[in-house]
């Protein structure tokens, strides 16, 4: 079966440019994550959406950065204005329940780079 | 959610088990001790998860203290395929389940 998978799995980006990250869930799951990890650090949660309901924003670092689940599957995360400090892997999770027992299945994660 | 110290690295010799310690001094009743782990350039991965009893499952044994002040996750026959970064995540059970990663262990299996 297929797991999480994200797109693309590299991006490179000049300064300023706006890039948009896909994620797509495994099919079911209700409750997908995003995640930011900087080189030689641990993950750190950006957002939790529940369906279609983005019910936790408050890791995303700046108004620059945006998510969006518009009919509950499938997930952008979008970064307007880019800067070099955003160069990070993105990695998206999604768990098939509500409550927190549910583990998180993740992707590959997008490796962005800001030049 | 509360926080856990876990040692930077540790090593391990191929085949023999691998126990990887954690304090989390401060976790509450209904928090429970999660293990994911992070093989280089791919996404982390569930391991188990425990509330007070001993787990076991396929891949691993996760040994919870009585007073829940600290846990060892124990890979029995470890492989070169188990290096990775181990990280030990306290999580309340009521939450929708954010991951509050920390530094985590590099464990390194040698030939």
């Known amino acids: 079966g297929a797991g999480v998978s994200q797109s693309p799995r590299y991006k490179v980006a000049k300064r300023g440019q706006d890039v948009a990250l896909r994620c797509d869930p495994i099919?079911?799951?209700?409750?997908l994550f995003w995640y930011q990890q900087a080189l030689g650090q641990g993950p750190e949660f950006l957002t939790y959406f529940q369906n279609e309901a983005q019910l936790d924003k408050s890791g995303l670092p700046s108004d620059r950065f945006f998510a969006e689940r518009p009919e509950g599957s499938v997930s952008t995360l979008k970064i307007q204005r880019t800067q070099q400090e955003d160069s990070a892997v993105y990695l998206c999770?999604?768990?098939?329940?509500?409550?927190?027992?549910?583990?998180?299945?993740f992707g590959p994660g997008t490796r962005l780079t800001v030049l | 959610d509360a926080k856990t110290t876990q040692p930077p690295s540790m090593d391990c010799a191929e085949g023999r088990a691998a126990n990887l310690p954690c304090n989390h001094s401060?976790?509450?009743?209904?928090?429970?001790v999660y293990w994911y782990r992070q093989i280089h350039s791919q996404g982390p991965q569930y391991i188990i998860h425990?509330?007070?009893n001993n787990e076991t499952n396929e891949m691993a044994s996760l040994i919870i203290t009585e007073d829940r002040k600290s846990s060892t996750l124990i890979l029995p026959h470890a492989t070169l395929r188990d290096t990775a970064v181990y990280y030990c995540?306290?999580?309340?059970?009521?939450?929708?389940?954010?991951?509050?990663f920390g530094q985590g262990t590099i464990l390194t299996v040698h030939p």
């Open positions: 425990g509330l007070k």
């Open positions: 401060t976790i509450s009743g209904n928090e429970y």
């Open positions: 995540i306290v999580r309340g059970g009521t939450s929708y389940g954010k991951l509050t």
């Open positions: 099919s079911g799951h209700v409750s």
């Open positions: 999770a999604s768990s098939p329940g509500l409550a927190g027992g549910n583990e998180q299945f």
